[in-house]
């Protein structure tokens, strides 16, 4: 049932009289707009909850949308966490394996061939008359180079330094053998730390990056001046190596990175990444390129 509506204001209209010049009465006009007005009143109860009902679904549609996206992502991070992860376990097996060949293959030089070589070397010694030693010199010279080359090539291996006295001594030899190697190449060290600090999964893990990385700058680029230096900082094992390898041009400070530079230095990147390490560069004022390797303690 409708409401009553009042009657809108009448409309007038003149009757004019047969000189058509003064009207001579009024037409009244009402209108009753209440059904109007109840059928609008309908509709708008009609489509307000429709209109609302459609908005409701649009939104828990969207809702489902987005938890749906949210679910995938997390299910994308999850898998490339879970891989990276996998990879890194891999790939630390895989280093152990290496280096576990490494060892046995240097102790075979060192203990096996250069052993061989010496016994060699004191047969011919003690079967050349004495008389007739100048005739055997060459032959032991070459024979003791032959042994100092194996003994050598099974350092390179695997110094025996970094199993028996740690990583810091074994980089020290290391330092040391490369500077007789390369006098042209300055080469400063700074261990603010000792041996106990250096957990014992990272000792090999940091030799090979200092060994790696400073062969491959002697080698492939013009360096020649490195700095390697091993704290603690933050609960962190920090590794920093510093060289001028790269290019650098002083107007704008703007560094123009080197492809060899970056090939020796993706080594010390790799295998801190790999073991669970961060990785990062940086360009200091001076040109020279700071390269830092940190591990949680």
Same mark, same amino acid.
Do not use: C
């Given at each position: 049932?409708?409401?009553?509506?009042?009657?809108?204001?009448?409309?007038?209209?003149?009757?004019?009289?047969?000189? &058509?010049?003064?009207?001579?009465?009024?037409?009244? *006009?009402?209108?009753?707009?209440?059904? #109007? #007005?109840?059928?609008?009143? %309908?509709?708008?109860?009609?489509? *307000?909850?429709?209109?609302?009902?459609?908005?409701?679904?649009?939104?828990?549609?969207?809702?489902?949308?987005?938890? %749906?996206?949210?679910?995938? /992502?997390?299910?994308?991070?999850? @898998? /490339?966490?879970?891989?990276?992860?996998?990879?890194?376990?891999?790939?630390?097996?895989?280093? &152990?394996?290496?280096?576990?060949?490494?060892?046995?293959?240097?102790?075979?030089?060192?203990?096996?061939? !250069?052993?061989?070589?010496?016994?060699?070397?004191?047969?011919? $010694?003690?079967?050349?008359?004495?008389?007739?030693?100048?005739?055997?010199?060459?032959?032991? !010279?070459?024979?003791? =180079?032959?042994?100092?080359?194996?003994?050598e090539f099974a350092v390179e291996l695997r110094p025996s330094a970094l199993d028996h006295f740690g990583v810091i001594e074994a980089?020290? &030899?290391?330092?040391? =053998?490369?500077?007789?190697?390369?006098?042209?190449?300055?080469? $400063?060290?700074?261990?603010?730390?000792?041996?106990?600090?250096?957990?014992?999964?990272?000792?090999?893990?940091?030799?090979?990056? *200092?060994?790696?990385?400073?062969?491959?700058?002697?080698?492939?680029? $013009?360096?020649?001046?490195? %700095?390697? !230096?091993?704290?603690?900082?933050?609960?962190?094992?920090?590794?920093?190596?510093t060289e001028n390898a790269y290019s650098y041009r002083a107007a704008g400070n703007d560094a123009r990175f080197d492809g060899e530079?970056?090939?020796?230095?993706?080594? @010390? %990147?790799?295998?801190?990444?790999?073991?669970?390490?961060?990785? $990062?560069?940086?360009?200091?004022?001076?040109? &020279?390129?700071?390269? #830092?390797?940190?591990?949680?303690?």
């Amino acid at each position: 049932m409708g409401l009553p509506v009042p009657a809108e204001p009448p409309g007038y209209g003149p009757i004019l009289g047969q000189d &058509s010049q003064r009207p001579v009465g009024v037409f009244e *006009v009402y209108t009753d707009a209440t059904d #109007v #007005v109840n059928s609008a009143a %309908k509709s708008q109860l009609i489509v *307000v909850p429709v209109v609302g009902g459609v908005l409701l679904l649009l939104y828990l549609y969207l809702l489902a949308v987005v938890r %749906k996206a949210d679910a995938t /992502i997390e299910f994308q991070r999850r @898998m /490339i966490s879970e891989r990276t992860q996998t990879l890194e376990v891999l790939t630390a097996k895989l280093l &152990s394996a290496q280096e576990d060949e490494r060892k046995r293959l240097a102790d075979r030089l060192h203990e096996g061939i !250069a052993q061989s070589l010496q016994a060699v070397k004191l047969a011919v $010694e003690r079967a050349t008359p004495v008389d007739d030693v100048a005739r055997s010199a060459p032959l032991a !010279a070459l024979i003791q =180079e032959t042994i100092e080359q194996t003994r050598e090539f099974a350092v390179e291996l695997r110094p025996s330094a970094l199993d028996h006295f740690g990583v810091i001594e074994a980089l020290n &030899s290391f330092f040391n =053998e490369f500077i007789q190697r390369r006098s042209d190449l300055v080469l $400063e060290r700074n261990f603010g730390i000792s041996e106990s600090d250096i957990p014992r999964p990272l000792k090999t893990i940091i030799f090979r990056i *200092v060994q790696d990385t400073l062969k491959g700058l002697a080698a492939g680029t $013009e360096a020649d001046q490195i %700095k390697v !230096a091993l704290s603690l900082a933050k609960n962190n094992l920090q590794l920093s190596i510093t060289e001028n390898a790269y290019s650098y041009r002083a107007a704008g400070n703007d560094a123009r990175f080197d492809g060899e530079a970056d090939a020796a230095l993706l080594p @010390m %990147k790799e295998r801190t990444v790999f073991s669970g390490g961060d990785y $990062e560069t940086f360009l200091n004022s001076d040109g &020279s390129t700071l390269h #830092v390797a940190r591990w949680p303690v």
